[in-house]
């Protein structure tokens, strides 16, 4: 039986991660897959999920499952980092999540949720959209519809082409939202244009799905989640696919959760049975370590207070590198980078063609997708002039 299934080709953004890891240029660069490097190049753990682990460590008496729901610290921590502490929704019981590996894991349950609910949804996804997505979602067997949204021309999002396009989302769609550092293109949508969206949500009836994966890596926890708290102020109902891979640094504990803003507390009890049996088909039970880590930093003031402080480094981090690069490849390519600085999270096509891509990879040991798209992130003091340089000659 097993014979007759044929090897497939590597996954577009690790298999080039792997290509970079066996490169032996010991000038390589590796600008490829979404994780937060620091300076020496290396993805930390954060010193408030340290101290939790010794502490978890000390205390831990069982490795029983546990809750089907997952950890409850966690997740009432996490929908209060997410909707925010004085939420209207959550203060009248309208909310109920599910913890899940990863914020996959989240996709996947939204997605088997939205199925039950609706079998014949079609779920609209931007143009570009993070590749995953549509494995995710569509082998529950959800249908795709794009709308248009990264311009390359401005390097920012074409607004009056996507609100055309949601035109035709209907009540029993989805539209699949990033709820800040839009992967792949970090190009974000203001305030004004989150209340246009939520207008034509209340008007046509679509459902949102925000995949919400980088809060605090764009300008900051609340300010990230603006966007998001003004959809959730203005319609019944809200799917969020939350993931703590990149804000906590747990990326291989998988921990995430699903949370589902209803249209009243009878509905999201309902919604929790449906999310739990889903989780039972799929993977049955949630992974514990990640979720006990997070939830003990969310109900600690203490180690809440110090994450934040790291969280919020991180974040200028990031917005200063993107400062950085852009004077580095306007003096060595001339032209105008300054879009990488208006764009937010880890991610910014440079608009390279793919030709010019793979030279970089080919001849300068630069590694970054076909797209152009950089993990910003990966770029440091040591390797920034060495990038512009290569792309200076590629281009
Ligand atoms: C847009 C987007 N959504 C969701 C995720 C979920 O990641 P994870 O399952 O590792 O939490 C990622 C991770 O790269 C992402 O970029």
Request: hydrophobic share 45%; proline share 5%.
């Amino acid at each position: 039986m097993l014979r007759s299934l044929q090897q497939l080709p590597a996954d577009p953004i690790l298999g080039l991660s792997a290509a970079c890891r066996a490169d032996p240029n010991p000038g390589k660069v590796d600008l490829t897959v979404g994780i937060y490097m620091d300076e020496a190049g290396v993805c930390p753990v954060f010193e408030a999920i340290q101290m939790a682990q010794r502490a978890l460590v000390e205390e831990e008496v069982t490795k029983a499952y546990l809750p089907a729901a997952g950890d409850e610290s966690f997740n009432t921590g996490l929908q209060r980092l997410v909707l925010g502490e004085g939420s209207a929704a959550l203060l009248e019981g309208r909310v109920s999540s599910i913890q899940t590996p990863g914020g996959c894991g989240a996709l996947r349950i939204g997605a088997e949720i939205v199925h039950a609910a609706a079998p014949d949804a079609r779920v609209w996804v931007s143009d570009p959209t993070w590749p995953v997505h549509i494995p995710l979602l569509g082998s529950v067997g959800l249908e795709f519809r794009t709308y248009n949204y990264y311009d390359p021309a401005t390097h920012g999002v074409n607004f009056d082409a996507m609100v055309e396009d949601l035109k035709n989302a209907v009540a029993g769609d989805v539209v699949l939202l990033h709820g800040c550092c839009h992967n792949p293109c970090g190009a974000d949508l203001t305030l004004p244009q989150w209340g246009v969206i939520a207008e034509m949500a209340e008007r046509q009836g679509f459902t949102p799905f925000v995949d919400f994966a980088y809060q605090g890596l764009g300008d900051g926890l609340e300010e990230d989640a603006a966007g998001l708290r003004l959809l959730v102020s203005r319609l019944p109902e809200v799917i969020v696919a939350a993931s703590c891979s990149k804000n906590f640094g747990l990326y291989r504990e998988r921990v995430g959760a699903a949370i589902f803003v209803c249209s009243d507390a009878a509905n999201a009890r309902a919604i929790l049975s449906q999310s739990q049996a889903a989780a039972r088909r799929v993977y049955s039970m949630p992974p514990a370590q990640g979720a006990l880590l997070a939830g003990r930093v969310l109900s600690d003031d203490r180690l809440g207070a110090i994450w934040r402080t790291e969280l919020s480094a991180m974040c200028q981090r990031i917005n200063g590198l993107r400062s950085d690069l852009r004077r580095a490849l306007e003096a060595q390519c001339g032209g105008d980078f300054a879009f990488i600085e208006r764009e937010k999270g880890m991610f910014s096509f440079l608009g390279l063609s793919a030709e010019q891509a793979q030279r970089l990879r080919h001849e300068h040991s630069v590694y970054m997708l076909d797209s152009s798209r950089i993990n910003v992130a990966g770029v440091n003091a040591r390797n920034i002039g060495y990038i512009a340089e290569s792309v200076a000659k590629v281009l």
